[in-house]
């Protein structure tokens, strides 16, 4: 496995969990990365990427002002800090990294998938 997720748990709305994404090897710092989610029943979707020098920072609009995406190439890994959670973002959590440098929300564009995490948001 060359991407491992974690720090999902269950919250109740309102609250906040931070994830963490950890690259096996020191392959990814020039690669842009990007987490994706995929609730029960639905398509996966984008919900944030940043360029690999983190210039560049991208989120989807019902995650915007919420969650905020970071990143530590000294460390390969790819964190979310997502505040402010509502129910409607329990989803399995996707970290990836993709075959360019930038953070497009194009999934075709990302190679590694990391195994997910779970995010259940309660009422």
């Known amino acids: 496995v060359q991407l491992q997720a974690s720090g999902g748990g269950l919250v109740q709305a309102g609250g906040s969990l931070r994830l963490s994404c950890a690259s096996s090897?020191?392959?990814?710092?020039?690669?842009?990365l990007a987490w994706f989610r995929q609730a029960p029943g639905k398509e996966r979707e984008f919900v944030a990427g940043?360029?690999?020098?983190?210039?560049?920072?991208g989120y989807a609009d019902s995650v915007k002002g919420r969650f905020t995406i970071s990143r530590d190439n000294a460390k390969d890994a790819v964190y979310l800090q997502m505040n402010r959670l509502k129910p409607e973002d329990t989803a399995d959590y996707y970290c990836?990294?993709?075959?360019?440098?930038?953070?497009?929300?194009?999934?075709?564009?990302?190679?590694?998938w990391g195994r997910g995490t779970q995010v259940t948001v309660s009422s």
């Open positions: 990836a990294a993709n075959i360019y440098t930038g953070a497009s929300r194009d999934s075709s564009t990302y190679k590694y």
């Open positions: 090897r020191r392959m990814f710092r020039n690669n842009g």
């Open positions: 940043i360029s690999w020098n983190a210039g560049t920072t």
